[in-house]
């Protein structure tokens, strides 16, 4: 529970687990040792006429998952001819021996009740990119895991809409920050944990992908009601 700087109807509970936590929790899980991959690569398809069509499967196969290491070492490259010591030891630690690990988010508000009380909750799921997409996708596999329900405020009807929208986002994007904080500095220092078959790994843990709504793409973005969260297109354009 935290002190809110402006009036609201309900007091305002974040209910949570530390996503760091709970991200070496899955990776432990023996059940998904063999199923997560730690390699980024390339597939190509030359069964026709010989020619090599790039073939997109896993997050591990995937454009993010290849450049992302790639920048980083062309970078390493670039402080090494300029001979800055201090950055290119903390580059340098990223990449040495480290695997990148893919964070998915997800969140949607959900009604629990309607015509008694109107009860609404707003869970935030956490689990691995770099778990295969045949499993991660399986309810029975447990890929996803809940880190946290969100508060939902009810403001003042003298406030405006305007306002109300601010707060709302304001608030989403505190708790979204508390709950991902540690995961946040492992991009940039990378952390151990021990994988399903007790291997002590060491990554760096990107967000990759946050699921949700429409409404909800356009608070994440901080976009108006009539903008693109992804783009530069207006409201009359798509």
Known sequence: ????????????????????????????????????????YQLFDCSWHGREDRVYTEFMSGDFAWKFQVR?????SILSLLNVHRLKTQ??????????????LASDKTPLTVGMGNREMHPLLISIANIKASVRMKASSHAFALVG????????????????????GR???????????KLQAAMVNPVKMSDGDGHICSVVTPLVSHI????????ISCVAASASPISLAKATEF
């Open 72 to 76: 980083i070492t062309n970078f390493l």
């Open 212 to 219: 949700a709504d429409w409404p909800e793409q356009r608070m």
């Open 1 to 40: 529970m935290f002190p809110a700087p402006y009036m609201t109807k309900n007091k305002l509970v974040l209910y949570f687990r530390d996503g760091l936590e709970v991200v070496k929790h899955m990776v432990s899980n023996p059940i998904l040792a063999c199923v997560i991959e730690w390699d980024a």
């Open 91 to 104: 580059i340098n630690s990223v990449i040495g021996g480290r695997s990148i690990l893919g964070i998915f």
């Open 171 to 181: 608030l989403f994007h505190f708790c979204i920050k508390k709950i991902t904080r």
């Open 149 to 168: 329900y969100l508060p939902i405020p009810k403001f003042p009807d003298d406030y405006s809409a305007d306002l109300k929208a601010a707060l709302i």
